[in-house]
Nanobody
Framework: QVQLVESGGGVVQPGGSLRLSCVASGISAMDYAMGWYRQAPGKQREFVVVTRGGMMNYADSAKGRFTISRDDAKNTVYLQMNSLKSKDTAVYYC?????????WGQGTQVIVSA
């Protein structure tokens, strides 16, 4: 059974930082494209960043502020988020994708508020 478990969300002030984690089980994350998506209240889920091999692709909204990294020994992917803005408030989801396989975590809430 494949599981992706996110953690690290919370409430942070504008300008602050958070690091999200996604621990994968049932798959080897290094064999998948691992990504982060987010869904703000009343909006559709949107792409944030994806990594596979040495490639990283960021949404424009994430460039320069967010950094994806992975620890293959721990089967874990991280999302370091800096200079957070109120518009970053959303539920953040981890995704693992390969061919026809597409797995999602349950999400972790990020609230950016003064």
């Amino acid at each position: 059974q494949v599981q992706l478990v996110e953690s690290g969300g919370g409430v942070v002030q504008p300008g602050g930082s958070l690091r999200l984690s996604c621990v994968a089980s049932g798959i080897s994350a290094m064999d998948y494209a691992m990504g982060w998506y987010r869904q703000a209240p009343g909006k559709q889920r949107e792409f944030v960043v994806v990594t596979r091999g040495g490639m990283m692709n960021y949404a424009d909204s994430a460039k320069g502020r967010f950094t994806i990294s992975r620890d293959d020994a721990k089967n874990t992917v991280y999302l370091q988020m800096n200079s957070l803005k109120s518009k970053d408030t959303a539920v953040y989801y981890c995704n693992a994708h390969r061919d026809s396989d597409d797995f999602w975590g349950q999400g972790t809430q990020v609230i950016v508020s003064a």
